[in-house]
């Protein structure tokens, strides 16, 4: 019989991150229907990225949002309840999931409840996970949880590089669960940028040049939920923007927008806000910075790949191959030390090793899922 697979995302990232796969799952004809959570919903949050990469609506559209910061166990819990529901009625092979995120948890949770009543159901479904055994080890991100625990309920995990293999073994996982194949973000970028090149206006909206400006993004919620973190890391952001002299476009994430309102913080002078912006023009955007700034998991990759410094607004990194190489380095919040590690980066010569895949990750995992 024909495996069935379901893919399950629910946050820009996953999307993209997903989209080289689910490209991948269409040419070769295979069986496979996606269910999409609802986490993200905003248009530049969720539809851009289908309209840009080309992916189709998903087979199932559940609409759950999170209601508040503080009730993370009730937006899991109602998407527990709603995929129980589909998988037990499509009963498919294999449930993949990617990264870190409620729907993560859930997706792979679901399908781990599923195997255990085997016994009612007759029903095995087996867990993917696409980029496994990252850890920052800090126990506070609500990420950290998630990816743990998904990567203790998968029968397949996928992992960037050797490192995160280290890491699962460590955990006690059988060494041939494990598939080293790079992160499907390296896909993700061969496969937009030279669109990303040929496409973007951005530069030009916002009367940018090459090398002449930085780039920020900011959403941890350990650094925009907590005033005093917020607020330091404006101040680092301003100290950088002045003893650089350039301006800082800085497309801000839903969640940021609404502490910043919320806590009633000022944005420094020389930081250009703009509203998140789509995969394409987001690259154009990395691809030219001089610098970019970040707490975000996708962008420390995206702009060790591209060959742009990074400097991570975070006190720790699950990322640790960017550090390696000398394309990141992790600043924590405070004001000096922001500056500190964005002047060091500034003058960084952009000579590192990409060690984070070779653009083949999808295909690798659909070949070990295929024979599986
Ligand atoms: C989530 C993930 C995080 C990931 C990030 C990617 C969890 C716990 N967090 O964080 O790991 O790095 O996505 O961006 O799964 N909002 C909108 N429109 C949207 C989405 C969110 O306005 O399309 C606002 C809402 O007020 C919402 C808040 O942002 O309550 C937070 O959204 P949520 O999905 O809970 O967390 P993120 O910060 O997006
Ligand atoms: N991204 C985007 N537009 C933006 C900011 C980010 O398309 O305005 C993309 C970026 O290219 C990367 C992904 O979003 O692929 C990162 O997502 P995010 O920072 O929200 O989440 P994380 O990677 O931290 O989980």
């Given at each position: 019989?024909?495996?069935?697979?379901?893919?399950i995302?629910g946050?820009?990232?996953?999307?993209?991150?997903?989209?080289?796969?689910?490209?991948?799952?269409?040419?070769?004809?295979?069986?496979?229907?996606?269910i999409?959570t609802?986490q993200?919903?905003?248009?530049?949050?969720?539809?851009?990225?289908?309209?840009?990469?080309?992916?189709?609506?998903?087979?199932?559209?559940l609409?759950i949002?999170?209601?508040?910061?503080?009730?993370?166990?009730?937006h899991t819990g109602q998407m527990l309840i709603e995929l129980e529901?589909?998988?037990?009625?499509?009963?498919?092979?294999?449930?993949?999931v990617?990264?870190?995120t409620n729907s993560v948890l859930s997706g792979a949770l679901t399908a781990?409840?599923?195997?255990?009543?085997?016994?009612?159901?007759?029903?095995?479904?087996?867990?993917?996970?696409?980029?496994?055994?990252?850890?920052?080890?800090?126990?506070?991100?609500?990420?950290?949880?998630n990816?743990?625990i998904a990567?203790?309920?998968?029968?397949?995990?996928?992992?960037?590089?050797?490192?995160?293999?280290?890491?699962?073994?460590?955990?006690?996982?059988?060494?041939?669960?494990?598939?080293?194949?790079?992160?499907?973000?390296?896909?993700?970028?061969?496969?937009?940028?030279?669109?990303?090149?040929?496409?973007?206006?951005?530069?030009?909206?916002?009367?940018?040049?090459?090398?002449?400006?930085?780039?920020?993004?900011?959403?941890?919620?350990?650094?925009?939920?907590?005033?005093?973190?917020?607020?330091?890391?404006?101040?680092?952001?301003?100290?950088?923007?002045?003893?650089?002299?350039?301006?800082?476009?800085?497309?801000?994430?839903?969640?940021?927008?609404?502490?910043?309102?919320?806590?009633?913080?000022?944005?420094?002078?020389?930081?250009?806000?703009?509203?998140?912006?789509?995969?394409?023009?987001?690259?154009?955007?990395?691809?030219?910075?001089?610098?970019?700034?970040?707490?975000?998991?996708?962008?420390?990759?995206?702009?060790?790949?591209?060959?742009?410094?990074?400097?991570?607004?975070?006190?720790?990194?699950?990322?640790?191959?960017?550090?390696?190489?000398?394309?990141?380095?992790?600043?924590?919040?405070?004001?000096?030390?922001?500056?500190?590690?964005?002047?060091?980066?500034?003058?960084?010569?952009?000579?590192?090793?990409?060690?984070?895949?070779?653009?083949?990750?999808?295909?690798?995992?659909?070949?070990?899922?295929?024979?599986?």
């Amino acid at each position: 019989m024909k495996k069935k697979f379901c893919i399950i995302y629910g946050t820009r990232p996953e999307i993209i991150k997903l989209s080289p796969l689910i490209r991948l799952f269409e040419k070769r004809k295979i069986s496979f229907f996606c269910i999409h959570t609802g986490q993200h919903y905003s248009y530049d949050m969720d539809r851009v990225f289908f309209k840009e990469l080309g992916l189709a609506e998903p087979k199932y559209q559940l609409n759950i949002r999170s209601k508040a910061p503080y009730r993370q166990g009730l937006h899991t819990g109602q998407m527990l309840i709603e995929l129980e529901n589909i998988l037990l009625d499509e009963l498919p092979y294999c449930v993949i999931v990617q990264g870190d995120t409620n729907s993560v948890l859930s997706g792979a949770l679901t399908a781990e409840k599923i195997s255990t009543t085997e016994s009612y159901t007759g029903f095995h479904i087996k867990v993917a996970h696409v980029e496994a055994g990252l850890r920052s080890f800090d126990r506070l991100m609500p990420e950290e949880t998630n990816r743990f625990i998904a990567d203790h309920l998968s029968d397949f995990l996928f992992t960037p590089t050797k490192n995160e293999k280290d890491i699962l073994l460590r955990e006690g996982v059988p060494k041939n669960w494990i598939h080293v194949t790079g992160n499907t973000i390296v896909d993700a970028v061969k496969q937009s940028i030279r669109i990303a090149g040929k496409k973007s206006k951005i530069l030009e909206e916002f009367c940018l040049k090459q090398d002449q400006y930085m780039l920020l993004t900011l959403h941890r919620q350990e650094n925009v939920d907590s005033r005093k973190i917020f607020a330091d890391i404006l101040c680092g952001i301003d100290k950088v923007a002045r003893s650089a002299k350039l301006p800082v476009v800085f497309p801000m994430h839903p969640r940021t927008a609404k502490m910043l309102e919320h806590f009633s913080l000022k944005l420094p002078e020389k930081v250009i806000v703009v509203r998140p912006v789509g995969f394409l023009d987001f690259l154009w955007l990395e691809q030219n910075a001089k610098l970019i700034l970040t707490d975000s998991g996708g962008v420390q990759e995206e702009a060790c790949i591209l060959q742009v410094p990074c400097v991570t607004l975070r006190n720790n990194t699950e990322r640790p191959e960017t550090v390696k190489v000398g394309a990141n380095v992790i600043s924590g919040t405070k004001p000096e030390a922001i500056l500190r590690a964005a002047l060091k980066m500034i003058k960084r010569k952009r000579n590192w090793k990409n060690p984070l895949g070779n653009g083949r990750a999808s295909e690798l995992i659909l070949n070990v899922l295929l024979k599986s």
